[in-house]
């Protein structure tokens, strides 16, 4: 990963606080684990609820997490004032998800100032063996947001 | 759309049954509410839980949706014996959601035996007044499934 | 398709000085057939030097056109100074491309002021006969455009 | 890169001989220097008839070469007697394209025996500064091709 400049020293401080209002995150069992500038990596334990009717995780889930840790990486970059917002993203199933822990990390790609292109992987581990199960890429649009 | 033929005559019921399987549909609270050879139909009443730091719906919640519907418009025109798993699905997020309920609605496009190419919407009801908030295209790939 | 207001009453001029600068799309043949606010459709005969290995429309003429009636149906609705370029695109492949004349059709779905969201559709004509190959969609970046 | 295994040993002649067949690839000029399993890059230099009204590179000049470098690397790895037919690209535009010579160099992410998830990159070099200006996702459909 190319090594990015943050615009805002508190961007960790500033995306803690906004884990708060991510309600579908926490409903889900999401937690983030590393933030730095340009990269977001976050971590959950897999039970029933995060699966689908062949037994493997949900492409909900696994869209979900990709959409969480691709938007915070981009949000890392971002001056004091500015947001950012999925414009689109494409995901690559590549495998089926079976496993006890699923993992997924956003990175920017490009930061720009009305976009920001963002790329992101998640994984399974099951018995200590981690595998890969999807690749994204998203268009992050920059926002105006006070908060 | 075009009108395609189920061949499975079992296709609804076929599919009321697997929802059970679905869990993390059942954790949203979405719920099918069409089903017609080629097209599915969703819906669930919004509350905090499917939303974001913003106030708007999680585009992990939009991703869910979409890929259940188009999953299971592809799924009515397989044969018995057959299943499908998204290979992509590629989301544009055209509006922020905000409103009392969303709407998914899943369509197939292009039929194959190996792959079946799939278009989905999603919308938002506030007041009375529907606004789409997502169009999204997927490659739903055949599989073997004896369930 | 929606009913587009241009901000700028000469863009349908404004687009034909521009295709002199089109280098490719003239190496290609490719000609403009309509330009409305919001939608762009062209069209070009198909010859050998159009095709791939197993003789069908290359995957690459079928993404151009794609690119250039999506981009220009994006420039109908920018005002005066300001231009776009292709930020993403993503084209489904549906059906093989094989017949006499390729027609693409570009449409905004949702102007921004920042991104503009694109559809595209490409069809072979064989015998009189109109078929889909392929669908698209596209994110279109609004620039500053002086020219 | 994975360090893939091609099944058919001829896998660089096989494809040397079905360039021949390649035209829009031949009316572009864009050759192959590199082809293993499982990875293909080529090259051209670039001139007028490669450009937008901007000056650029034509995007539809980035999606070709990306879908050809990814196609011939999924083929790569397919056996004796297969093909394969792009069923979905999608290609981030990082940057505008200013250079004397274009290298696109595409990737096999994960083989299958239906469908193989394949990546790309471009890049433009200008006074001897190598700059990448877009990445692509491709899904290839395998075919039987006797060919």
């Given at each position: 990963m190319e090594n990015f400049q943050s615009k805002d020293p508190n961007f960790e401080t500033k995306i803690k606080q906004r884990l708060s209002g991510q309600h579908f995150m926490h409903l889900m069992g999401f937690d983030l684990i590393d933030i730095q500038a340009g990269l977001v990596k976050g971590e959950m334990m897999l039970s029933q609820?995060?699966?689908?009717q062949y037994g493997f995780v949900h492409g909900g889930v696994t869209a979900t997490i990709l959409d969480i840790t691709m938007g915070f990486a981009a949000y890392t970059?971002?001056?004091?004032?500015k947001g950012v917002v999925t414009a689109n993203i494409s995901i690559d199933y590549l495998n089926p998800g079976d496993g006890e822990k699923i993992i997924a990390i956003g990175e920017v790609e490009k930061p720009g100032s009305k976009m920001v292109f963002t790329t992101g992987r998640v994984f399974v581990e099951k018995n200590g063996i981690r595998k890969q199960i999807a690749t994204a890429r998203a268009v992050m649009a920059v926002i105006e947001a006070s908060q």
């Open positions: 609820k995060h699966l689908q970059l971002m001056p004091v004032g």
